[in-house]
């Protein structure tokens, strides 16, 4: 496989959304047979069962990917024309010659290309082919997961690359024409411009390849998908567009970004949506740092989720939750439920929850962190977050600064520095820490929350359990917390117990799992079905010494805007200072008494 200037690009995306048939969102992106973990060559039969073979007139020209289970994604440059009739489009292929038992053919009944490609640039190289009837999905023919707007594929993300392209500069596949993989690292766009010529390369556009050059796509290849693998599930970042040669030195291959047209993909499906997964990079992007002549300087990106609501949210005050309207029973979360929730990442992977506890600081537990002075570039924190595996419009991502753990005899918390502080919004805000001045006397009802393993559905939306305060009995201690039972899984570490008073929500508690890990078994021990947890005000003064001043509970008055007292004065009318008011009265009172003297 290689890559030049007229090859295709398939961007391979994950981004489960929620909109169409569920069955999409059950088997995109997880090839049961596929157990790739280094490059190769000749890929494994069904390793890939969204790769598309076109034919025109008879002849591969092009690559292709499954979306769901009648729509082929491909690259615009594949088609001069719209007519349909020359096509037919090949799935669960392995070979180009001899049989293949796990095949079918297709015809074409539409191709879209992008009202906005440009053939001169490259720019939106992408084309969507309606299949002429639905394909039944077997272990062989599987659709893949798309990149959803918003995902992040940081310089070095590994990827795959999938074809029947060439396998060198004007080298053609040898018989029997087994379809290719090869592994390659995405390139940054900075770094691909500077390589390219500063503004060849648009934020339309992904890059990969070995800068010491070896591994590429080729002429062929075009319009198939590039792929990255996060969690269990397959993401197509990329289409094969084009490229300078085949696998030269510092010219790797350019493709499609899928993430960049979410929007238009789902405006040309009417049913039976593609899965749309956020694809999340981890730590700093490298590419920050490049530079060269021509190339703009960077501009920062500022942490403003897609909506933003237009009223302003005082940082002092905590607990709030407009859009929470829970009232009894649990499972799946909503957006906004709560606010304060937090997903603690490393290497683009959950591992804890937390919650946002001020502008700039989030609390989880120790037992999170392997080693007692983390490294806090190592973590990501992601607010507004809803779904592990889906879109999340009103996400936030932040890094981490510093990490510093408490240091009490048994279970202890943490607490994250975070690098910038995010906007607050109906989505995002700050959880009132119980520091002994909250009750919460048996009977109360709290809540769980937390992304437990296995946990959530496909999407692995936020789970939300109830719970009640139950009488600790021998574990009775001014230190714990104890209520019903509840099921938590790996995962749900970090993550909040939160009862409500008044109009504000406090935290009480941190999740914490027994020392082996032990699902269902939480803080401290649980015991005769309580669950027993060690409260917040344990932690207190570790608390004020680290944080410093917490934000303040709502009061019953709005308490989003902080102003001066006013005297109520009648709407049109003007206030009068009392000390005028004062001297006027004296004023009129000689200017009576000396007309009663006249």
Not at 241 to 257: I, L
Request: proline share 6%; net charge neutral.
């Amino acid at each position: 496989m290689a890559f030049w200037k007229s090859v295709y690009v398939v961007t391979c995306v994950v981004t489960l959304l929620a909109v169409g048939s569920q069955s999409q969102l059950n088997v995109c992106g997880r090839p049961p047979l596929n157990t790739r973990i280094v490059g190769g060559e000749n890929a494994p039969v069904g390793s890939w069962p969204w790769q598309a073979s076109l034919h025109e007139n008879g002849m591969h020209v092009c690559g292709g990917s499954l979306i769901n289970n009648q729509w082929v994604m491909s690259a615009a440059h594949c088609f001069p024309s719209t007519n349909t009739a020359p096509w037919v489009i090949y799935l669960g292929r392995q070979t180009q010659q001899g049989t293949n038992p796990n095949e079918v053919s297709m015809t074409v009944s539409q191709i879209i290309r992008h009202p906005s490609y440009v053939s001169q640039t490259s720019d939106n190289d992408i084309a969507l082919l309606k299949l002429s009837s639905a394909v039944s999905f077997t272990d062989y023919i599987l659709p893949v997961c798309l990149a959803a707007s918003g995902s992040t594929f940081f310089n070095g993300t590994n990827s795959w690359v999938t074809g029947w392209g060439n396998v060198g500069e004007s080298v053609s596949l040898p018989s029997p024409g087994t379809l290719q993989e090869v592994e390659v690292p995405v390139v940054g766009n900075r770094q691909c411009n500077c390589l390219y010529g500063v503004g060849s390369i648009t934020d339309n556009m992904i890059c990969a390849g070995l800068l010491a050059g070896g591994k590429d796509s080729c002429q062929g290849d075009s319009g198939g998908p590039m792929v990255s693998k996060q969690n269990s599930v397959w993401v197509q970042s990329g289409v094969v567009s084009f490229g300078s040669g085949c696998a030269r030195p510092n010219f790797p291959g350019v493709y499609t970004r899928v993430s960049r047209y979410q929007a238009w993909i789902t405006s040309q499906i009417s049913s039976s949506q593609p899965g749309f997964v956020t694809f999340t990079s981890s730590g700093t992007d490298g590419d920050n740092s490049i530079s060269c002549s021509g190339l703009p300087p960077l501009t920062t990106q500022t942490t403003t989720p897609t909506t933003t609501p237009t009223t302003t949210i005082s940082p002092f005050i905590c607990g709030e939750a407009p859009l929470n309207n829970r009232i009894g029973g649990g499972g799946l979360a909503v957006d906004g439920a709560w606010p304060w929730q937090a997903s603690l990442q490393k290497g683009g992977a959950h591992v804890c929850g937390g919650t946002l506890i001020s502008e700039d600081f989030v609390m989880s537990a120790a037992q999170c962190f392997s080693s007692s002075m983390p490294n806090a570039s190592e973590w990501t924190v992601f607010l507004g977050r809803l779904r592990q595996n889906g879109s999340n419009p009103f996400q936030v991502q932040v890094g981490v600064s510093d990490i510093t753990l408490s240091n009490l005899t048994g279970a202890n918390i943490a607490l994250l520095k975070l690098a910038s502080k995010p906007t607050l919004t109906s989505y995002i805000r700050p959880v009132c820490v119980d520091l002994g001045n909250a009750a919460f006397p048996v009977g109360t009802n709290c809540w769980v929350t937390g992304w437990g393993a296995n946990q959530g559905g496909v999407e692995g939306v936020l789970q939300e359990l109830q719970t009640t305060v139950e009488s600790c009995g021998t574990n009775s201690s001014s230190d714990n917390i104890c209520t019903a039972a509840l099921q938590l899984e790996q995962g749900d570490e970090g993550g909040p117990l939160v009862c409500k008073q008044g109009r504000s929500w406090f935290q009480a508690a941190v999740i914490t799992l027994d020392s082996n890990g032990t699902a269902n078994s939480s803080l401290i021990t649980r015991v005769s079905g309580v669950q027993v947890f060690s409260k917040t005000a344990r932690f207190s003064t570790f608390l004020t010494q680290n944080v410093g001043t917490l934000p303040s509970p709502a009061t019953n008055t709005n308490a989003t805007t902080t102003s001066a007292p006013t005297t109520s004065v009648p709407a049109g009318a003007t206030s009068i200072p009392w000390s005028f008011s004062i001297l006027l009265f004296l004023f009129l009172s000689v200017l009576h008494l000396t007309l009663l003297s006249s």
